[in-house]
């Protein structure tokens, strides 16, 4: 027992810093999501739960979650399918593996504020990258920005360009730590490919799928700069998600309480989304988690 | 069964196909940079020009950009010095804690990370405002420290995880005690992971914008904020934001490179497991 | 640090004269924190950046540039916490009203007057300076005036015989004429939130019956205003790919491309279509007024922050020098003086072939109403008028929902009562 308690000193360092520094933001947005604070004016009348209340009522509120969802869904599990099969393929490659591990890594390091711009000059229509190749073949390819479904479909590609090379490396990372011993039994009794990473690799890395998966909802349902970019939410609403509208509410209008109660909401809305994910991860073991 | 060589020729081509796409926005944004807007953007795209190093010049040197890159590499490689060690404590001690308690924090730590930043940059800017700390290193790097806790804890508790508790026990009966059983025990075994944490809290800190913006000013900023400093209006700001966007990337190359053989072998030790 | 400056000088004084004077010369230095200004960034702004920094010797003034919408962030965030971090602050005819009703600026009638004669400031005409009176009282110096004209393609107009479109249905029509896959017919910018209320600005002021009335109710969905929406929504059909999407930037960009044949820019990016370095098309532009008139007009100006710690009588001689009638001749080719001894200089026109279109859309142009909540209702009416034009839903239930908004919003900023 002396030892559990002498634990606790271990977080002090850390529980200290975030206490001071971050414990504060967090905290007054919360407490500011109780009041109507109008950043121009009045100091804050406390409401309650009225910011709320006209959040549930506002049909953009739940416009733009419906996309969120649909964007997160799109692009995390983009990201994971992709990543595991990379993955996979450079668990397999027996040569060349290093060089091209760093070489994928790249897009993950490009600075977001220019990483969506980079992705703009390939996306605008006529003089982007993408329009001049497929054009060259004389089609006339579609306004990848400006149609919503293709507008969903490259914000959902962007994600995937900066955060597939994560997934890759936290995978692979993840394949080469699954016991070779019980790989190769499954190889003489002549188990495929597909049945050794689906039987026995993946359940053998689970914790390490639900770690990336967590921290890429999460990351997604923050995600912004990309849109802002790119779409800026756009054509018409087609791309607001929850993150765009906090934005608008923030920053436009000034709506400080207003946009802490979105905030609050996309906070419980992804820890909802996560705890969705566990529970269809941990079906069969319920106490493993 | 050692797969046969033309599967591995297939599989290598394909890997190679998919890392080619995956860097085209990159290759052509850096050919972007080393051609006059006039160029940059034509249609068709031109891909016989004559290279420029106009912008990566005036970036570097004419606005200075090297200040911003020193500050940019002051406060990431403070924050993963700070972040890294204490996160590390903390991840050895939840990872060793019975009980609800840790994963209560566990959870808390994560509910930090999911809330939308941009409400986070008013109350950090009053905060700084009211410390007086607006513009200096010691406030972007507290922030950036405990904007990295919950990631970097959360990564280093998987690592440790992997450690087995019969080690730590027989260490505890050789007579260790517990900062020796975490100092001398744990943490060697879990050096790998260290690294692949400090990378991934080094990227974190060094290209984090929104912060750098409301929290830094003229003697701290750093190389996302001057970056996005030229937005968009004149197409040079484009060519510019693409020098500099293409240079604030060679650092961490350069480190990616350097560690390699460390990152591999953390990687190889894997092992994030949750 | 003052302690260790104090014993640094007391022990530099010691060594001796020469030391002595470096020391108090780098004493006065400290001594003067340095400006903080914030601003907008676009190539007459930088210019005028570089102005401020050496508008009074001495005095060091740090210029912060940065595109419109992240300047405004943090204009925002440090204005309504009242802190001292900023001194000079970027504002334009839609931002300075909401910054003075909020009470961030600092009045400047006062310095006015005071340094009328030094700096010869009764050259700005009125015209100028409306647009930063709010309540009566001035709160900017004009750096700049933009106006929204008509950029054409000379060569494809004498081409096709045509004269640059005096009414709305004119340029309609042109605009299907013109437009092919590989060149649209007109350029059209729909970047939430400017671009897009710039667009509207001149349909809603040609064919509607402009934003609001006397008593700030909308009318932008009037029978006239759904009028001038459809007919926005018609143009986009022959917009150049992107429009969506676009702001000034990709518009110039098309236009310096060979992508589109005409459509409506600022004054100030008429320079750039004749850098070879950035256009295909040098001398092929012409300007003109826009068809109908009533486009956009919009100042660019410096306020000073009500809670700087600065002396403002400095802060004021910063402004007032970098506004000079020098700098803005010099600054000319990219800039429109507000100082009509320089604007109304026949030397200009001569000199600068974008100056008769200026002048000519300067004459019909207006700018945005003087309302400071109109950068917040802008947010409600840009989304919708992006819905309508996206299809998402018909022109006036969009224009009917977003006055709908729009009232609430001014309701609860205590409007109507």
């Known amino acids: 027992m002396q030892t559990q308690r002498g634990l606790w000193l271990f977080l002090v360092p850390s529980g200290l810093v975030i206490s001071l520094v971050l414990l504060y933001p967090l905290g007054y947005a919360i407490y500011l999501s109780f009041f109507n604070y109008y950043l121009g004016g009045q100091p804050p009348t406390f409401i309650g739960f009225g910011n709320y209340v006209a959040l549930f009522g506002d049909e953009r509120f739940w416009g733009s979650i419906g996309k969120t969802v649909l964007i997160v869904a799109g692009a995390v599990s983009l990201e994971f399918v992709l990543g595991l099969a990379v993955a996979f393929g450079l668990y397999k490659l027996t040569f060349g593996v290093k060089p091209l591990n760093l070489l994928m890594f790249l897009p993950h390091i490009v600075t977001p504020v220019v990483a969506a711009l980079f992705l703009r000059w390939i996306f605008t229509g006529r003089w982007g990258l993408l329009d001049a190749i497929i054009m060259s073949f004389n089609i006339f390819p579609p306004d990848w920005l400006g149609t919503p479904g293709w507008a969903r479909f490259t914000v959902i590609v962007a994600d995937a360009w900066q955060f597939t090379p994560f997934m890759i490396l936290v995978l692979y990372a993840g394949l080469n730590t699954v016991d070779n011993s019980q790989i190769e039994s499954a190889q003489m009794d002549g188990a495929g490919n597909w049945t050794i990473l689906t039987r026995i690799m993946l359940p053998a890395i689970k914790p390490l799928i639900l770690f990336v998966l967590a921290i890429r909802i999460m990351d997604a349902f923050r995600f912004f700069d990309q849109i802002y970019v790119l779409t800026a939410g756009g054509p018409g609403t087609a791309t607001e998600t929850l993150t765009m509208y906090t934005y608008a509410l923030a920053f436009r209008l000034l709506e400080i309480g207003k946009a802490s109660a979105l905030g609050v909401l996309t906070l419980l809305l992804s820890a909802l989304t996560i705890g969705l994910v566990i529970a269809v991860l941990y079906r069969r073991d319920k106490g493993a988690f | 069964m050692r797969p046969s060589r033309t599967t591995q020729m297939v599989l290598f081509l394909a890997l190679c196909a998919f890392t080619v796409v995956n860097l085209t926005p990159i290759i052509w944004a850096f050919m972007t940079s080393i051609k006059q807007p006039v160029d940059a953007f034509s249609v068709p795209p031109k891909l016989i020009f004559t290279p420029t190093f106009e912008f990566h010049y005036q970036v570097w040197v004419e606005k200075e950009f090297w200040r911003f890159l020193i500050n940019s590499a002051v406060i990431a490689i403070s924050t993963v010095c700070i972040s890294v060690p204490i996160g590390t404590m903390a991840a050895f001690a939840l990872s060793r804690m019975r009980g609800g308690g840790s994963r209560g924090i566990l959870f808390g730590l994560l509910a930090m990370r999911m809330f939308p930043h941009i409400l986070l940059a008013i109350p950090f800017f009053v905060l700084a405002q009211w410390l007086s700390l607006i513009d200096t290193y010691p406030m972007m790097i507290m922030a950036l420290v405990a904007i990295n806790q919950p990631f970097t804890i959360w990564m280093m508790r998987s690592f440790f995880m992997d450690v087995p508790l019969e080690l730590d026990e027989a260490a505890r009966i050789d007579g260790c005690n517990l900062w020796q059983v975490f100092y001398q025990v744990a943490l060697p075994v879990v050096r790998p992971g260290l690294w692949i944490t400090s990378l991934f809290s080094l990227l974190l800190a060094y290209n984090e914008f929104l912060f750098a913006l409301v929290l830094t000013g003229p003697n701290t900023k750093t190389l996302p904020v001057a970056i996005a400093e030229y937005g968009a209006e004149d197409l040079n700001y484009w060519s510019l934001s693409a020098a500099a966007a293409i240079g604030i990337m060679l650092p961490i190359v350069l480190f990616m490179m350097a560690l390699q053989r460390h990152l591999v072998r953390g990687l190889a030790f894997g092992a994030v497991k949750g | ?417």
């Open chain 3, 1 to 417: 640090m003052p302690g260790f400056d104090l014993d640094r000088r007391r022990a530099l004084g010691v060594l001796g004269a020469a030391a002595a004077t470096t020391a108090l010369v780098g004493g006065t230095a400290r001594a003067q924190a340095p400006v903080q200004m914030i601003s907008h960034r676009f190539p007459a702004l930088e210019f005028y950046a570089e102005k401020m920094r050496g508008a009074v010797e001495g005095v060091e003034v740090n210029t912060q540039l940065m595109p419109f919408d992240k300047a405004n962030e943090l204009a925002t965030i440090g204005l309504s916490s009242k802190a001292d971090t900023l001194d000079i602050v970027y504002a334009n005819d839609t931002t300075v009203h909401k910054y003075a009703k909020n009470g961030w600026l600092m009045p400047l009638d006062d310095l006015w007057a005071k340094f009328s004669d030094e700096f010869d400031l009764a050259d700005f005409p009125e015209r100028a300076l409306a647009p930063y009176r709010y309540e009566g009282k001035l709160y900017c110096v004009p750096h700049n005036v933009n106006v929204m004209l008509f950029f054409y393609r000379r060569d494809l107009f004498e081409e096709a015989g045509k004269q640059p479109p005096a009414t709305m249905a004119e340029y309609v029509e042109l605009a299907k004429e013109f437009h092919t896959p590989m060149r649209a017919g007109t350029i059209k910018c729909l970047k939430p939130i400017d671009a897009t209320m710039n667009e509207a600005h001149w349909y809603f002021n040609t064919i509607g019956d402009g934003w609001f009335d006397q008593d700030w109710r909308p009318v932008f969905n009037s029978e006239n205003g759904v009028k001038a929406i459809e007919a926005l929504k018609e143009v986009t059909g022959y917009a150049q790919r992107g429009y969506a999407t676009a702001a000034n930037d990709e518009c110039t960009l098309a236009l310096q491309q060979d992508l589109a044949a005409m459509g409506l820019q600022w004054a100030s990016r008429t320079a750039a279509m004749d850098d070879p370095t950035k256009s295909r098309v040098v001398d092929l532009i012409d300007w003109a007024a826009a068809p109908g008139g009533h486009t956009r007009t919009a100042t660019d100006g410096y306020a000073i922050s009500a809670f700087t710690r600065q002396d403002p009588e400095l802060l004021f001689r910063i402004l007032a020098t970098s506004s000079s009638a020098a700098n803005m001749r010099e600054g000319a080719a990219m800039l429109v003086p507000p100082r009509d001894s320089v604007l109304r200089d026949p030397e200009l026109a001569k000199q600068f072939r974008q100056y008769p279109g200026i002048l000519a859309a300067l004459e019909t142009a207006v700018p945005t109403p003087p309302l400071p909540e109109f950068y917040e209702a802008g947010e409600f009416i840009t989304r919708r008028i992006l819905q309508a034009v996206a299809g998402e839903m018909e022109v006036k239930a969009a224009l009917d929902a977003a006055a709908a908004e729009t009232t609430q919003l001014l309701e609860s900023r205590g409007y109507y009562r």
